[in-house]
Antibody, heavy 120, light 110 residues
Framework: EVQLVESGGGLVQPGGSLRLSCAAS????????MTWVRQAPGKGLEWVAN????????YYVDSVKGRFTISRDNARNSLHLQMDSLRVEDTAVYYC?????????????WGQGTLVTVSS | QSVLTQPPSVSAAPGQKVTISCSGG????????VFWYQQFPGAAPQLLIY???KRPSGIPDRFSGSKSGTSGTLGITGLQTGDEADYYC???????????FGTGTKVAVL
């Protein structure tokens, strides 16, 4: 059974930093791209970033470029999101998501999410 | 501001059919597969339809997807109260080099 368990969320002041982690199990981690998606309270889904199997390609939504860094540790089956220069508008539930092996980018397994609150 | 547009809400009586549209452009739906996600309140989203019209195992055949040009459509037949949820379309946008989601549609069963 595929499992994705996020950790690292919490309350942080504007301008601060936070590092999210995702522990993956139940599948061969090195076969899949991995993704972070966020959802602000009461709002829709927003894709944040993704990373290729070997970490050699990474893509980001414009609003986080230069502030967030996605990475992965294939030896530990883990995904990370380093978030710096946090803003109030980064407040959201952050989901760790597996890119499935579909014809396109299907986000086929989601973690339960971790809440990040940016507030003074 | 999302590049994929969905109606804010749709509704129908139990047993009826609803359709949800997802309007995009040539850089996203026009050149990529459409995906649909279902999200119940307080829960993580789940993949409902992939590659325009395929259903993951466990998804009932009451749910269907299609694509035409730069638009995708999700259909739900035999509507049930348990289908009340938010539905999002999504796809890769080659111009933005980013994945984009639709604005989301809330389904209500009257």
């Amino acid at each position: 059974e595929v499992q994705l368990v996020e950790s690292g969320g919490g309350l942080v002041q504007p301008g601060g930093s936070l590092r999210l982690s995702c522990a993956a199990s139940g599948f061969t981690f090195t076969k899949n791209w991995m993704t972070w998606v966020r959802q602000a309270p009461g709002k829709g889904l927003e894709w944040v970033a993704n990373i290729k199997q070997d970490g050699g390609e990474k893509y980001y939504v414009d609003s986080v470029k230069g502030r967030f860094t996605i990475s992965r540790d294939n030896a530990r089956n883990s995904l990370h999101l380093q978030m710096d220069s946090l803003r109030v508008e980064d407040t959201a539930v952050y989901y760790c998501v597996r890119d499935g092996l579909c014809g396109g980018d299907c986000l086929d397994h989601w973690g339960q999410g971790t809440l990040v609150t940016v507030s003074s | 501001q999302s590049v994929l547009t969905q109606p804010p809400s749709v509704s129908a009586a139990p047993g009826q059919k609803v359709t949800i549209s997802c309007s995009g452009g040539s850089s996203n739906i026009g050149n990529n597969f459409v995906f649909w996600y279902q999200q119940f309140p307080g829960a993580a989203p789940q993949l409902l339809i992939y590659d325009n019209n395929k259903r993951p195992s466990g998804i009932p055949d009451r749910f269907s997807g299609s694509k035409s040009g730069t638009s995708g459509t999700l259909g739900i037949t035999g509507l049930q109260t348990g289908d009340e949820a938010d539905y999002y379309c999504g796809t890769w946008d080659t111009r933005l080099s980013a994945y984009v989601f639709g604005t989301g549609t809330k389904v209500a069963v009257l």
